[in-house]
């Protein structure tokens, strides 16, 4: 979605056609930067703020990037495949997250997210200076930081 609308807008601007794939490679940046934070905020996020409840994600069995970290480091926590396949406890899905928040892949994963944003920048080094360009390199620092 959000390659599509980077794409998208730089398709129906007047500027040169030579940053249509530059913009479409920052919005998929992006995007997985917004998605990865929005997995960090199911185990870490105020549940007021995020809107749902905290491991929500996990409770329903969606493998979320810190879910994937934590098993690829803890491959006997049978929580985890059990989260994953709906039948854990609420108990054993806190102890998880609980587990999770304090692995140490929380940090990894946004570095991953840190990461997007910079490969996301670098999409804009050819983009003629000024304030467009400035917002869209400030969305991505704002992106990261959001609600954590």
Do not use: W
């Given at each position: 979605?959000?390659?599509?609308s ?18 479409e ?24 703020r ?34 994953l ?6 108990e ?5 997250i609980?587990r ?42 704002f992106?990261l930081?959001?609600?954590?």
């Amino acid at each position: 979605l959000f390659a599509l609308s980077a794409r998208a807008a730089a398709m129906i601007s007047p500027a040169d056609r030579k940053y249509v794939e530059p913009a479409e490679i920052y919005g998929k940046e992006l995007g997985k930067a917004f998605q990865i934070v929005d997995d960090v905020l199911d185990f870490t996020g105020n549940q007021e703020r995020v809107g749902k409840p905290i491991g929500s994600d996990l409770r329903q069995g969606i493998p979320t990037l810190p879910a994937i970290y934590y098993g690829e480091q803890h491959p006997d926590d049978q929580v985890l495949l059990a989260c994953l396949d709906g039948t854990a406890t609420q108990e054993e899905a806190d102890g998880l997250i609980k587990r999770i928040n304090e692995s140490g892949v929380i940090d990894q994963v946004l570095a991953e997210a840190s990461l997007c944003v910079e490969n996301a920048i670098q999409n804009l080094e050819g983009f003629p200076e000024g304030r467009e360009k400035d917002a869209l390199s400030e969305l991505g620092p704002f992106l990261l930081n959001r609600d954590l």
